[in-house]
Every structure is written in C-alpha cells, then in structure tokens.
C-alpha cells in the first residue's frame, strides 16, 4: 500500500497570505496525485489532478506540483472560503486509492 | 448539472446490514465508474469500493472485502453498497463519487454522504 504523508498538519494563516502544503508518497505514483478541498459538514471537492491540472471552475489561485514522491499544493492568496481541511489522493496503485491525513488550513 | 445523492444510512446494530443507494443524474451514467468512500467521524477520507462504467469489474479495499459488496443498475442510474457484519470501525459517513473516466480515475464529484451508525 502507498502512504501518502501530509505536512504540516494544521497551517494558521490569515486572509490574503499564501499557503504552501505538502504531501509525500512512500513510493513513487509519479504524476498521479489529486488534491482534495474539504469544508465542515460538506462533501470533498476536486481541486488538482494529475498533479499540477486544475479542475473545472478552480480558480486560478490554487495550484499544485511535484512528481515520483513529493507534492506541493499552493494557494496564492488565501480568501476566507479557501479556509478548510485539504486531502491528497493517489491512483498509482490501482485499483487501490488512498488518502493523506489532511492539513488544516485554520484562520490565524 | 451532476447530482448525486445518496440514502439508505441509520442506526444498525454490530452484526447488521445495510443498503446504501447512490441516485445519479445530470451524466451518462452507464459510461462512467462509481466509487464508494467513507469518512468515519473527525477522521480522514478512506477508499472503500470502485466499480467500473459497466458493472464488469468491482473492487473493495481490504478492510470491507468479504464484507461489502458495491454493484450499480444503468437502468436506473443508482449504485449500490451492500454492507454486511458491521462493527462499530465502519460508523462513518458513506460518500458516493463519480469517477472522471470508465476505468478508474479521479472522484468528481462527490454526494452528500449519509450516515451509517453502528451501535448497540
């Protein structure tokens, strides 16, 4: 099974600062990464896929990057909705999915 | 637009089953995977069951294997998530997620959820 580690686990910033995440596989899944945003009480949503692909309605503040091991979502400028827990996500090992723990991303 | 919303949750006792359903619409159904993933309370997002476009093929992560069984009717765009032997460890929230592809791929996007408590 892939382990995907996330770092740090909770992140305080304040509105308009940028936000720099990070998650670490314990073995190659080369590009296939996705990043997750999820709020209190909703559902996840697909942010980046493939590593550094933005999906469809994100905005362009969000973005990721990285390949074989490490990945790294930012947030340019962070807006009061974008405070939230995020999720990495790898497909490497299909049919087998799994999750990194999640960073929170608190109001300072 | 896509909508997916799910049913079926409750209170079960260890030992019960239970059916979830998934209603999809707003997509071709038929041409896409489907994909079960469960939240169990202040916890993180785990993978639990993905079934391909046309029901040929299904897999179940180890700890719902044996136990769990995820199968889909294109005839009325819902998938399903038959649970069986529950303990208190598959209290959680049950979402259901479209997949980007047939084959297996990224979840986009996601339902509601609902709520399986598993309690005496």
């Known amino acids: 099974e892939i382990v995907l580690t996330q770092s740090p686990a909770t992140l305080s910033l304040s509105p308009g600062e940028r936000a720099t995440l990070s998650c670490r596989a314990s073995q190659s899944v080369s590009s296939y990464l996705a990043w997750y945003q999820q709020k209190p009480g909703q559902a996840p949503r697909l942010l980046i896929y493939d590593a550094s692909n933005r999906a469809t309605g994100i905005p362009a503040r969000f973005s990721g990057s990285g390949s074989g091991t490490d990945f790294t979502l930012t947030i340019s400028s962070l807006e009061p909705g974008d405070f939230a827990v995020y999720y990495c996500q790898q497909r490497s090992n299909w049919p087998l999915w799994t999750f990194g723990q999640g960073t929170k991303v608190e109001i300072k | 637009q896509v909508q997916l919303v799910e049913s079926g949750g409750g209170v079960v006792q260890p030992g019960g089953s239970l059916r979830l359903s998934c209603a999809a619409s707003g997509f071709t159904f038929r041409s896409y995977g489907m994909h079960w993933v469960r939240q169990a309370p202040g916890k993180g997002l785990e993978w639990v069951a993905f079934?391909?476009?046309?029901?040929?093929?299904?897999y179940h992560a180890d700890s719902v294997k044996g136990r769990f069984t995820i199968s889909r009717d294109n005839s009325k765009n819902t998938l399903y998530l038959e649970m069986n032997s529950l303990s208190d460890e598959d209290t959680a929230v049950y979402y259901c997620?479209?997949?980007?592809?047939?084959?297996?791929?990224?979840?986009?996007?996601w339902g509601q959820g609902t709520l399986v408590t598993v309690s005496s």
């Open positions: 079934i391909r476009y046309d029901g040929s093929n299904k």
């Open positions: 997620a479209k997949d980007q592809s047939g084959d297996g791929d990224w979840f986009d996007p």
